[in-house]
């Protein structure tokens, strides 16, 4: 299940009621360790499969409206995302994967997913 829409759309984390719920629907013994190993395993290989067809961070942006034009009017008013502050996110997101500024995970990072 995709974290982003169960945890933002739903409000379901992986704790231990989701653990319950794998484990009752598959029969696999998995604890939530277990499920977020296999999470952070699937995203380490989608980038993998972007590095090599050739992303890097240079790829990794926003459209240049939210990066350049502030919102109009709402509750996010005059927000918006200029690229410094992305690419300050990035430093942070990547260090955070055990990837390299370049955004291309690392050996050590894939080597302790096993992959």
């Known amino acids: 299940m995709c974290r982003f829409t169960s945890e ?3 409000g379901l984390f992986v704790d231990e009621p989701y653990a319950r719920a794998v484990r009752a629907v598959t029969g696999w013994d998995m604890d939530v360790a277990e499920l977020e190993r296999i999470g952070e395993r699937i995203v380490n290989l ?3 499969f972007n590095v ?3 992303v890097r961070r240079d790829q990794d942006v926003l459209p240049w409206k ?3 034009e502030p919102i109009p009017e709402g509750p996010s008013a005059g ?4 690229p410094a502050e992305l690419d300050a ?3 942070d997101y990547y260090a955070l994967r055990g990837w ?3 955004g291309v995970p690392t050996r ?3 080597s302790a997913l096993g992959l």
């Open 8 to 10: 933002r759309g739903f």
């Open 46 to 48: 989608e980038r993998l």
């Open 52 to 54: 090599r067809e050739g």
């Open 66 to 68: 939210v990066m350049h």
């Open 79 to 82: 927000m918006y995302c200029p």
């Open 89 to 91: 996110m990035l430093d």
């Open 100 to 102: 390299d500024a370049d």
């Open 108 to 110: 050590a990072r894939l």
